[in-house]
């Protein structure tokens, strides 16, 4: 199976602040690659999907980039309905998974 | 209203058996592969099983392959997941998913989700 790696597992900022989470393939995946923000006691909600094209209604202060083993979600200021855990996704094979996750905390 | 609400999860023994479901609506069930995705209390997100539209295609995360099945009535529109031999490891709780478009493997629309419990 494909693993996925996130880093950092939380990251602290500020609202206002420039805010990068990396995502690792254990193998490359092309661009088959979702975002999620869940918080908590919610369901995951779709960010980011094909690594970089914007779901509907999203704001546009997300954006993802990256290919093959190494991915990014970038949220270029941070607002307080952000405060959130960030998962990735990989879809390259049938068998799908998922990062460990990354909590963004008020600092 | 666009939606998916899950049902059937509670307290089990370790050993016994529980079958969830997945009530969806509003939109075109039978269009739509449909995936269960887990998250146990205080962890990450983990991928259980998928089936596709027509059943033709399933699949299963290793640590639940020959343990759990997947199942689909399109003419009720509702996701089942037979969950056998259960184990404390399987406490979690259980997220219906619908994929976004025919052909991916990304989800959409989730359910709120239903408890399971393995506990002696």
């Known amino acids: 199976d494909i693993q996925m790696t996130q880093s950092p597992s939380t990251l602290s900022a500020s609202v206002g602040d420039r805010v990068t989470i990396t995502c690792r393939a254990s193998q490359s995946i092309s661009s088959w690659l979702a975002w999620y923000q869940q918080k908590p006691g919610k369901a995951p909600k779709l960010l980011i999907y094909k690594a970089s094209s914007l779901e509907s209604g999203v704001p546009s202060r997300f954006s993802g980039s990256g290919s093959g083993t190494e991915f990014t979600l970038t949220i270029s200021s941070l607002q307080p309905d952000d405060f959130a855990t960030y998962y990735c996704?990989?879809?390259?094979?049938?068998?799908?998974?998922f990062g460990g996750g990354t909590k963004v905390e008020i600092k | 209203e666009v939606q998916l609400v899950e049902s059937g999860g509670g307290l089990v023994q370790p050993g016994r058996s529980l079958r969830l479901s997945c009530a969806a609506s509003g939109f075109t069930f039978d269009d739509y592969a449909m995936h269960w995705v887990r998250q146990a209390p205080g962890k990450g997100l983990e991928w259980v099983s998928g089936i596709s539209w027509n059943s033709g295609s399933i699949g299963y995360a290793d640590s639940v392959k020959g343990r759990f099945t997947i199942s689909r009535d399109n003419a009720k529109n509702s996701l089942y997941l037979q969950m056998n031999s259960l184990r404390a490891e399987d406490t979690a709780l259980y997220y219906c998913?619908?994929?976004?478009?025919?052909?991916?493997?990304?989800?959409?629309?989730w359910g709120r989700g239903t408890l399971v419990t393995v506990s002696s």
């Open positions: 998913a619908k994929v976004k478009n025919a052909d991916s493997k990304y989800f959409d629309l």
């Open positions: 996704q990989q879809y390259n094979s049938y068998f799908l998974t």
